[in-house]
C-alpha cells in the first residue's frame, strides 16, 4: 500500500473512532461547576475545533442535570452523571468562523465561548527544543513582527505533573491569537511548522504546545504504552502507591535504589551505612558550599553522574526524641537521602531547596549521618547551599547547624546511572501525560509533533519500542490512526574522525524504524540543522518547514515525500554492496564531493565498522569492498554525534542516518 494511501486510512479510522468512542473521567474530577463554568477550560474564546469531523464537547454540571450545547446552527445534549461530568457530540462543521459555542443547563447556568474557528488542530509535543521559542531562533524577532494572523490560534498548556490522569485541572493555559506578542514566546518549530503548512492548507490552525524542557519520554507516555515495554511494572505499581500514600512510596523507592545500587560493581560497600568503613578518609567538601564542577577538582570539572554527600552530626538524648526537620539547602539535581541509615526521601529539581521533615525513630543520642546520592546529568551539579539553609531544626525552635564538615565521594560513571523516581515531573513514568496531556480530553486533533529523544540518549536502549508505546497510548485518548510527525534528532557534538559507536545515533535510528514501522507516521530528518556545541539548534525555520512537508504526505495524502531520500535495501552485489533508496526526487546527490561520504561497513560486533568508497548512481548508491575486512553485514550512514554527510537529492531534502543489515 502507498503511502497516500495509508495516510488517507489513518484519517478515516480517526474519523471512524472520534464519531463512535466513549469516555469519561480519568483520574481526579475537574473543579466543580460554577454559575458560568459549564465548560471544561480548554473550550475558550479564540479556539480552534476540528474540522470535518464529531466535535465532541464536555463539562460539568449538577448531577443528573440535563445539559444543551450548540454551535455552528448545530446541536446536541447530555446528562450529567452521577459526578457531574457530560459530554455530548456536535455533528462535524467544515473550516470557517469564527463562530460562538453555548451551553445551557436546565438550570438556567449558560456559558458562551466566542470567536471560535473551525481548522486543523495539532499537539506539538516534546522537551526543550519543542520549547524553545520563536523569539531566540534566527529569524525570530523578524517573523514575530510579521505574525499577526487571525487564522493561527495558541494554546501553550503549563507545566504539571501528576502521579494520576488529571480531567480538566484549573489552569491549562489560554487560547490566543497569533500576534507579535504572543508568537514570540510560543513553541519556534510548532509556530514555523503551522505558518508554512498554511501555504498550501487554507484553513484556520490550532497549535497546542505541551512541552518541557529536559523530560523523558516516558514522562509522556500513557500507562497503557508501557505494555510494549518490559520492566516498568514495579516503578509502575510504586507510583500508583505514590498517589495514595508517597511516605510509602518513598520508602519503597528507596529499597529500589538500594538493590540497583547492590547490583553495580560498587555494591559491595553501601555508603549510606551510618558505620561506613573508611568514610573519615572521604575528601572535604570545599566551602563554601557551591556546584562541584567549580570546587577546582579536574575529576569533577565536567563530571556529569553521582556524588556521594556525608555528614556526621552530635544529638542529645533530650534532642534524638523530638519531632525535627532535616533542611539541605538546594541541590541540583536528583538527591536519594538517609538519614542513620534509613530511606528519606528522593527528589528532583534543579537547585531547588530540600526540606525533609524526619519520621519519629530516625534520630538518635550521640552520633547520627545524614548521606547523599546527588545525580546532576547536565550543567551544575550538587548540594548548592546556601551555608545558612543547611540545619536540623527542631519542633521547639531550636537547631543544630549543619554547615561545613561535609564530605565527598565521587562515583565512576561507568556505574551507570541510577533507577529514577516514578513521580518524578520530567524522569518519572506517565506524570507528564496525566498533567499536560490528559487534560486536553480527547479534544479534536489532526495529528501530532513529536520532538523530543534527547535526554533518552543517555540510555538509548528501547526508545524504539517507548516511542511505539508513546503513540499507541496517545491514540487511545485522540483516536486510532492519529498522524505522528517525528522530528529526528539533529547533529549534536564532536565530528567523527573514524567510525565511532553514538547513542545520539542510536535514538535517530530508533526513531527512524519508529516510523518506518508505523502507517500513520512521518520522520522530519533534520541531521544537518544541528549545532555542534549547543544542543539547542537556533534554525527552527527550516525544521518546521520540513515538518509541514511531512504532514502534506503523512496527514494530507500529498504525493509529496515526507523528509527526503530513505534507505529500502542494502544488498551484495558484484563488486560490492549496494544500498537502495526510495522517496528519491530526480536522482540522489553528492556535495564538495563527486562521492558520498559517511557511509560505514560493519561486522557483527561494535568497533567493527570502517568508513567506505561509496559511489551515487541515479537512486543507489555502490559501495566498494574494503581490503582486510570480512565479509560486512552492516551498512551504516552518517553516524555519530555530529556526523559530515553530503548525500541529498535534488529537492536539497538530505538523506538521514540510517544502520541497514546487509541481505
Not at 524577532?141 to 499577526?148: L, T
Not at 495524502?557 to 533508496?581: C, H, I, K, M, Y
Request: one cysteine or more.
Amino acid at each position: 500500500m502507498s503511502r497516500e494511501h495509508t495516510s488517507s486510512l489513518c484519517l478515516s479510522v480517526v474519523v471512524v473512532l472520534l464519531s463512535g468512542l466513549s469516555v469519561g473521567a480519568s483520574g481526579p474530577a475537574a473543579k466543580a461547576a460554577g454559575p458560568s463554568s459549564l465548560l471544561a477550560s480548554v473550550f475558550q474564546d479564540h479556539a480552534v475545533l476540528q474540522r470535518d469531523r464529531p466535535v465532541r464537547v464536555w463539562g460539568r454540571a449538577v448531577p443528573g442535570e440535563r445539559v444543551r450545547v450548540a454551535f455552528n446552527g448545530r446541536e446536541a445534549g447530555a446528562t450529567a452523571d452521577g459526578s457531574g461530568r457530560w459530554e455530548a457530540t456536535l455533528p462535524a462543521s467544515a473550516a470557517g468562523g469564527p463562530y460562538t459555542l453555548e451551553a445551557r443547563s436546565d438550570s438556567g447556568t449558560t456559558q458562551v465561548v466566542s470567536d471560535v474557528l473551525v481548522g486543523d488542530v495539532f499537539l506539538c509535543s516534546g522537551q526543550s527544543n519543542m520549547e524553545f521559542p520563536v523569539m531566540r531562533a534566527r529569524g525570530g524577532e523578524f517573523a514575530a513582527r510579521a505574525a499577526a494572523n487571525d487564522r493561527i490560534r495558541l494554546l501553550t498548556v503549563p507545566h504539571l505533573a501528576l502521579p494520576e490522569p488529571a480531567a480538566d485541572p484549573d489552569a491549562p493555559g489560554t487560547w490566543k491569537v497569533a500576534s507579535p506578542e504572543t508568537v514570540r514566546p510560543f513553541s519556534a518549530a510548532c509556530y514555523f511548522f503551522a505558518r508554512e503548512l498554511q501555504q498550501t492548507e487554507l484553513v484556520p490552525m490550532g497549535l497546542i504546545n505541551a512541552a518541557w524542557g529536559g523530560s523523558a519520554i516516558e514522562a509522556w507516555m500513557g500507562g497503557s504504552g508501557f505494555g510494549q515495554s518490559g520492566g516498568f511494572a514495579e516503578r509502575l505499581d510504586l507510583l500508583r502507591l505514590y498517589a495514595r500514600d508517597p511516605e510509602a512510596a518513598n520508602q519503597g523507592f528507596g529499597r529500589m535504589w538500594e538493590a540497583w545500587w547492590r547490583s553495580t560493581p560498587a555494591g559491595a560497600t553501601e555508603p549510606w551505612q551510618p558505620d561506613l568503613a573508611g568514610a573519615d578518609r572521604w575528601p572535604e567538601v570545599p566551602e563554601p558550599m557551591r556546584n562541584w564542577k567549580a570546587w577546582g577538582v579536574p575529576a569533577l570539572a565536567s563530571h556529569d553522574g553521582m556524588v556521594w554527600y556525608r555528614r556526621a552530626f552530635s544529638l542529645t538524648p533530650g534532642q534524638a526524641v523530638r519531632r525535627a526537620t532535616l533542611s539541605l539547602g538546594g541541590i541540583d539535581e536528583v538527591d536519594q537521602t538517609w538519614v542513620n541509615g534509613r530511606v528519606i526521601r528522593n527528589t528532583f529539581g534543579w537547585g531547588d531547596q530540600r526540606v525533609y521533615p524526619l519520621p519519629a525513630g530516625v534520630l538518635r543520642p550521640g552520633e547520627n549521618v545524614v548521606t547523599l546520592n546527588v545525580l546532576s546529568t547536565w550543567d551544575a551539579g550538587g548540594m548548592v547551599g546556601p551555608a545558612e539553609k543547611l540545619a536540623l531544626t527542631f519542633d521547639d525552635g531550636t537547631s543544630v547547624p549543619l554547615a561545613g564538615g561535609w564530605r565527598y565521594q565521587a562515583v565512576p560513571l561507568e556505574i551507570g546511572r541510577p533507577p529514577r523516581a516514578p513521580w518524578e515531573p520530567i524522569a518519572g513514568l506517565t506524570t507528564l501525560y496525566n498533567g499536560m496531556i490528559a487534560p486536553l480530553g480527547t479534544y479534536g486533533l489532526r495529528g501530532v509533533v513529536w520532538y523530543q529523544g534527547e535526554t533518552n540518549a543517555d540510555a538509548p536502549a528501547g526508545y524504539q519500542e517507548l516511542l511505539a508505546g508513546l503513540m499507541s497510548s496517545w491514540r487511545e485518548r485522540f483516536g486510532a490512526g492519529l498522524p505522528f510527525l517525528i522530528v529526528q534528532l539533529p547533529g549534536f557534538g564532536s565530528v567523527p574522525a573514524e567510525p565511532v559507536e553514538s547513542n545520539w545515533s542510536e535514538v535517530r535510528e530508533a526513531q527512524r524504524r519508529a516510523v518506518a514501522a508505523d502507517a500513520c507516521a512521518g520522520l522530519v530528518v533534520t541531521i544537518d540543522l544541528g549545532e555542534r556545541d549547543d544542543i539547542h539548534p537556533i534554525e527552527k525555520r527550516a525544521v518546521g518547514s520540513r515538518i509541514a512537508r511531512a504532514a502534506r504526505r503523512v496527514v494530507y495524502g500529498e504525493a509529496v515525500a515526507p523528509s527526503g531520500p530513505v534507505p529500502l535495501s542494502a544488498s551484495r552485489e558484484a563488486g560490492g554492496v549496494v544500498v537502495t533508496f526510495g522517496d528519491v526526487e530526480g536522482r540522489l546527490v553528492t556535495y564538495s564531493s563527486d562521492r558520498a561520504i559517511g557511509f560505514e561497513l560493519c561486522g557483527d560486533g561494535k568497533g567493527s565498522c570502517r568508513y567506505a568508497t561509496a559511489q551515487v548512481a541515479s537512486n543507489r548508491v555502490v559501495l566498494a569492498p574494503i581490503e582486510g575486512q570480512p565479509s560486512p553485514t552492516r551498512v551504516r550512514f552518517c553516524w555519530g554525534d555530529s556526523p559530515l554527510c553530503n548525500l541529498s537529492d535534488q529537492s536539497g531534502l538530505p538523506v538521514g542516518p540510517f544502520e541497514l543489515v546487509i541481505k
